[in-house]
């Protein structure tokens, strides 16, 4: 058989088997593929809640050092250098991130940024990712694996220097790097070969994510054990400050407005006495809370004192003052299209402040333009990662802040291509012919009225075992293109790919159009 010669039909025959067989295995790793999508878009959302719950233990250790920066100083230092080379491995966890996506997509680390991993055409595959991590090296050492692993064994290192003795056995960092590891034959691997080598795609990005919470739980616990060593026995304030913190300054009419006031250097075991009006407000455990029946609308302002003892035992006495806000109730039901921004196009927004005019809601967005359609607000944002719409209400006396709302902003998403009022499969030839042009179609959960523009394309057939290939310019098809069609029997493929589109953002490649003749 060392002589034999295949025909042209016989090796296109053979292709279309190796196809199939590569389609057969990508319908069986689809699953998979979908639910490492699912699990990283877990992990980004724990990951942001963990840099929520840190940054709350940082601003309870803030409060403590400004109240005595003798005392908590040192721990202070060390915190805020836990906070600096926890920063810095996960900023060089994300650049790693995006540059890997980049390169396998080849799309810029700008695109990167911004795109979902879903709609990453290249996570189930492995070879870019791999040659990236190992760069060329058997063990990893010499590509972006064995530097990650250096940079995690260094952090790890570097928090535990910062630690008494007593600390360090008290931490857990985990984020080991030593294994052992081994693969599904029972082969010894290093940390760099279990989970970067022939990995795909999809599989790195989450393990990237998920190093990220690694990082932060590290950063949680040992901030949060540097907190709980300072003895707050030890404490000697020479300042105390009143401090009057309401849990909402925007009452509704009816509603009750509540306050907790308290001295800013708490002591739980002195109830401080709070006078109001001349009514004492009861207090417990060093707090005491003060509520109001809502009454009438606009600015309520209420003042008082609070008398506490101070370090040598003589009472001390302390006026405050604070104010809250009543107004009107009103109910704001508005559609929402979307919970993103699309750049480069026109994006409705709804914007409305309970009991308030619409004249007097004055918004701004950190990036693009914001202009009012009707009684709604449009907004126009460029290419980037978010958006924020500030808003803030001018009763022409005054300018209060009202809050903000932060969009993604993500682009188009691309159309698809039909032809026959088709996107694939089987077709008549009568109505193929009839139509005579790719028409494109935005999906169907997408809200705006966009018009994309079919550039070019190719059509590819095959007929007696050879292919044919046509180049089309605009949407139509050729007359070349028509022949084929006409001359086509019942069961023969067609293909339409390559497809170019123009839309408001730039030109895209939309997906191939596969089709049978009937």
Excluded: C
């Excluded at 042209?8 to 067989?21: D, G």
């Excluded at 409705?348 to 918004?363: F, H, R």
């Amino acid at each position: 058989m060392a002589g034999y010669k295949e025909t042209p039909r016989q090796k296109m025959i053979a292709m279309m088997y190796l196809v199939l067989t590569a389609l057969l295995a990508l319908n069986v790793s689809v699953e998979i593929i979908q639910a490492f999508v699912s699990v990283n878009n877990s992990m980004e959302n724990t990951n942001e809640n963990l840099k929520l719950k840190v940054d709350e233990t940082y601003a309870r250790f803030q409060q403590q050092y400004l109240m005595n920066e003798a005392k908590v100083g040192p721990f202070w230092d060390k915190a805020q250098e836990v906070k600096k080379l926890s920063d810095e491995l996960i900023s060089a966890i994300n650049e790693i991130k995006y540059d890997v996506i980049s390169k396998s997509e080849k799309i810029s680390v700008e695109e990167a940024k911004i795109t979902p991993l879903s709609e990453i055409q290249s996570r189930d595959k492995y070879d870019v990712s791999t040659n990236y991590f190992f760069g060329g090296s058997q063990d990893g050492s010499k590509g972006k694996a064995g530097e990650l692993r250096i940079r995690i064994e260094k952090f790890k290192s570097d928090i535990l220097n910062l630690l008494d003795e007593k600390n360090r056995n008290n931490i857990k960092l985990g984020m080991d790097t030593e294994g052992p590891y081994k693969d599904a034959n029972g082969k010894k691997q290093n940390w760099e070969q279990h989970n970067f080598y022939h990995v795909i795609l999809a599989a790195n990005v989450t393990f990237l994510n998920k190093l990220i919470a690694d990082v932060r739980n590290v950063e949680s616990d040992v901030v949060s054990l540097l907190l709980g060593s300072i003895s707050a026995e030890d404490y000697k304030f020479d300042m105390v400050m009143p401090k009057v913190i309401p849990n909402s300054k925007l009452v509704f009419q009816g509603d009750t407005y509540e306050a907790e006031i308290m001295v800013a250097a708490l002591d739980s075991k002195q109830n401080p006495e709070v006078v109001i009006g001349g009514r004492q407000i009861p207090a417990e455990g060093g707090i005491a809370k003060y509520t109001a029946t809502a009454g009438a609308t606009g600015l309520q302002t209420y003042r008082g004192t609070i008398r506490v003892a101070g370090p040598d035992g003589e009472m001390k006495e302390y006026p405050f003052e604070s104010e809250y806000f009543v107004m009107t109730p009103s109910l704001t039901v508005a559609p929402i299209k979307m919970n993103v921004l699309y750049a480069n196009v026109d994006n409705p927004i709804s914007i409305a402040a309970s009991g308030i005019p619409e004249s007097q809601i004055q918004p701004t967005i950190s990036s693009g333009t914001l202009r009012r359609e009707g009684k709604d607000w449009v907004a126009r944002v460029p290419m980037g990662t978010k958006a924020t719409i500030s808003v803030v209400h001018n009763d022409g006396r005054t300018s209060r802040k009202m809050g903000s709302a932060e969009f993604r902003v993500k682009r188009v998403p691309d159309p698809k291509a039909y032809i026959a009022n088709t996107d694939g499969g089987p077709v008549a030839k009568n109505m193929l012919l009839a139509a005579r042009a790719i028409i494109p179609r935005m999906p169907d959960d997408f809200d705006f009225d966009l018009t994309f523009e079919i550039l070019s394309y190719t059509f590819v057939g095959i007929r007696g075992g050879d292919i044919v290939q046509y180049n089309g310019n605009g949407n139509m098809l050729s007359q070349d293109m028509q022949n084929f069609i006409s001359n086509a029997k019942r069961g023969e493929r067609i293909w339409l790919e390559n497809i170019m589109a123009k839309g408001p953002d730039g030109n895209r490649r939309l997906g191939t159009i596969s089709l049978i003749v009937q």
